[in-house]
């Protein structure tokens, strides 16, 4: 899972270690809302260009041949990916405008950051003509595939069944009119056989031996579609500078069932000694287990929180991920069985991070929150948030409780990762006051986190509800504003979170998410969507008004694109 928050770091112990933005890191590109042009260039302007760098003296000449050899790999899984968003993309070109105004300049531009001819911030009309509605597989699934249509095939066929719910097969039509899964493998050879050799090549240079291994194990798994051995090599990195994750991973583009997972890159340095000092607070996480506000019967209080925490600079990253709104941290392997023996790790985008919070979230809450509480905005309250999100998803139920063989995944289907991401914040949030009462933060810090946690679901429901993370941030503010934990001024169109008053009703949203997880509850889910997520005339005012004046996201290049051409 990722979150696609924002960003810095945390209270007294944590605020120290990581300085804020580097400024070689990220270099805001002026320029953001100009609204000199048309109505595809006021779409494009909603994000605003960064450019994200690093310090390339950290590289020796092996490691830059390396980081080359993965920004490769990761132009190939782009390119599946692009399919993956759907099949029509093959033959965009016949789509797209070819002039040379400036509006058909942004409609391209658009479009390759949408990774097809849908808004990924409206949902599904199309904003190139002919392009027609998109379908809810995406290029998953036959265009006009229904779920009906899908559920009756295993119906008739159950021997079916196991490979059309695999992660990592395509669905297509076979000439006669039936159905058929492709393997991953197969659908797209050309592009993973191309990174796989991408990986080897860059496992030959590579000196540190975890990333060798990872690199040389990931290149045959992109021809298997067999990840479980190289996911636990990715856990075992150690001691390495370059940190790459890439493969096929979240389901979030699968609308229709999300069974399938998409592929994606994150070319990332690591900092050691910021991810070390964070490693400590997963020593909490048997505590905040323990302290989740569920019964003891639905708690995994014998699993691994061996939990790695890496803290990097993002340098490259394609596919699913870099389409649209950007990631600032995640949580992966996703694999339950790799979890459970090896626990995830969570990597945070430090220099991702820092930008988003200079060019949302700061102005966002300027514009949405009372003035005593906008100015208690900073930077670390909101990476300390992001953090527990990522460490909120390695809590709580795997599995629907006694049914071992379900995982909460499985049973909540198209309504699990909207729920997963509002479990991860509510149970984030909720964690970051337990730690609190134990000491590690004070309350000054806690009310920061409260205001940003509010400011924070007014930028992530910005992201479009048809996305998993806007969609899970309504259904916390709808709850939160229905429980009177945020209050809302109508004579200034301003909002304020009740202190008194959200500590609680944080713990029993918590507390709701975790139990539909426990009890697999999918018409629960259904229910609850259905009552708390709609955007209401009040946030519709407060998210008009930012429309006009603040980027909804960061739009970024990456300065070793250039760099890489003399390595
Ligand atoms: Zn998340």
Redesign the pocket.
């Known amino acids: 899972?990722?979150?696609i928050g924002g960003v810095p770091i945390a209270a007294l112990t944590l605020v120290a270690l990581l300085p804020l933005a580097c400024a070689d890191e990220v270099e805001p590109d002026a320029e953001a809302m100009s609204s000199d042009g048309g109505e595809m260039q006021a779409r494009l302007d909603q994000f605003a260009p960064v450019t994200l760098g690093f310090d390339e003296s950290l590289l020796d000449a092996d490691q830059r041949r390396v980081v080359k050899e993965l920004v490769e790999a990761s132009r190939h899984l782009d390119d599946i990916f692009r399919l993956q968003a759907w099949g029509g993309n093959a033959d965009a070109e016949a789509l797209l405008p070819t002039g040379d105004d400036s509006e058909s300049a942004a409609t391209r531009e658009y479009y390759r950051i949408m990774y097809g001819p849908w808004d990924r911030l409206t949902g599904e009309e199309p904003f190139i003509e002919g392009a027609g509605h998109k379908p809810h597989g995406a290029g998953f699934y036959p265009d006009d595939m229904t779920r009906e249509e899908f559920e009756e095939w295993i119906a008739a066929n159950p021997g079916d069944e196991e490979a059309f719910k695999s992660e990592t097969t395509l669905i297509q039509r076979t000439g006669d009119g039936g159905l058929v899964a492709v393997p991953y493998r197969e659908a797209y050879t050309g592009h993973l056989e191309a990174a796989s050799e991408n990986l080897l090549a860059a496992a030959e240079r590579a000196n540190n031996p975890s990333l060798k291994r990872f690199l040389e194990l990931r290149a045959g798994a992109l021809l298997s579609d067999d990840f479980y051995d190289s996911e636990v090599a990715w856990m075992r990195l150690s001691d390495n500078l370059i940190e790459p994750t890439l493969g096929p991973y979240e389901n979030y583009e699968d609308q229709l069932f999300g069974y399938k997972i998409s592929y994606e890159s994150f070319i990332g340095l690591k900092d050691p000694v910021e991810s070390e000092r964070l490693a400590s607070l997963v020593e909490n996480l048997p505590a905040l287990e323990a302290a989740l506000p569920i019964p003891d019967e639905h708690k995994y209080l014998d699993r691994s929180f061996e939990s790695p925490i890496s803290v990097v600079t993002l340098i490259y990253a394609g596919g699913e991920t870099a389409a649209g709104i950007q990631t600032i941290a995640f949580?992966l392997p996703n694999d339950p069985r790799v979890r459970e023996g090896e626990g995830s790790k969570k990597v945070m985008l430090r220099n991702v991070i820092d930008a988003k919070f200079e060019t949302n979230l700061k102005p966002i809450a300027e514009q949405v929150l009372v003035p005593e509480q906008s100015a208690k905005i900073s930077v670390d309250p909101y990476f300390t948030r992001v953090l527990m999100?990522?460490l909120a998803?390695g809590l709580g139920p795997d599995y629907v409780t006694g049914q071992p063989d379900l995982t909460t995944r499985q049973a909540l289907k198209d309504r699990y990762a909207a729920m997963?991401?509002a479990k991860?914040d509510a149970v984030g949030t909720n964690s970051l006051r337990i730690l609190t009462r134990s000491g590690v933060y004070d309350e000054a810090f806690l009310e920061e986190v409260y205001i940003d946690h509010v400011a924070d679901m007014f930028r992530c429901v910005r992201f479009g509800i048809t996305e998993a993370?806007g969609l899970g941030c309504l259904t916390q503010f709808n709850f939160l504003r229905d429980r009177g934990a945020i209050t809302y001024d109508e004579s200034t169109g301003l909002f304020a979170a009740d202190l008194e008053v959200i500590p609680v009703a944080i713990a029993e949203m918590a507390h709701v998410y975790l139990m539909m997880q426990a009890t697999g509850d999918y018409d629960g889910a259904g229910a609850f969507i259905e009552e708390y997520g709609t955007i209401s005339p009040e946030m519709q005012g407060a998210l008009d008004r930012l429309a006009e004046t603040v980027p909804v996201d960061i739009r970024p290049s990456y300065a070793v694109e250039e760099l890489m051409a003399d390595w």
């Open positions: 899972m990722r979150s949580n999100h990522e998803h997963e991401e991860a993370h």
